[in-house]
């Protein structure tokens, strides 16, 4: 069982930035693993920020995505991060962390953006 863990969300100002975390609850991420972001505001369908393959780091961003958030890995903590700026109204939503291995995916439970005027 793999239990991604996200964290770092919280309220932010329109414009400002903002990372969150992603690790493995009681674990660590291993060889091809396929960690990605997701968010979803409401009302709206879960959509996919970015995904990255953990062993080489590639990564492949949806492009209405690129730009505005960074992600990028610290080996040493196992730890995935996404870095958030520039943030607008509409980024407000539920960021998720997935993991996929062995063909399985596996959720986080979210973590809570907010941005203010």
């Known amino acids: 069982q793999v239990q991604p863990v996200e964290s770092g969300g919280g309220l932010v100002q329109a414009g400002g930035s903002l990372t969150l975390s992603c690790s493995v609850s009681?674990?660590?991420?291993?060889?091809?693993?396929?960690v990605s972001w997701y968010r979803q505001a409401p009302g709206k369908e879960r959509e996919v920020i970015v995904t990255i393959t953990w062993d080489d780091g590639s990564w492949h961003y949806t492009d209405s995505m690129r730009g505005r958030f960074t992600i990028y890995r610290n080996y040493h903590e196992n730890r995935d991060f996404l870095h958030m700026d520039g943030l607008k109204f509409e980024d407000a939503a539920i960021y998720y962390c997935s993991v996929e291995r062995d063909a399985v995916v596996y959720w986080g439970q979210g973590t809570q953006v907010t941005v203010s005027s």
């Open positions: 009681g674990g660590t991420f291993v060889g091809d693993d396929m």
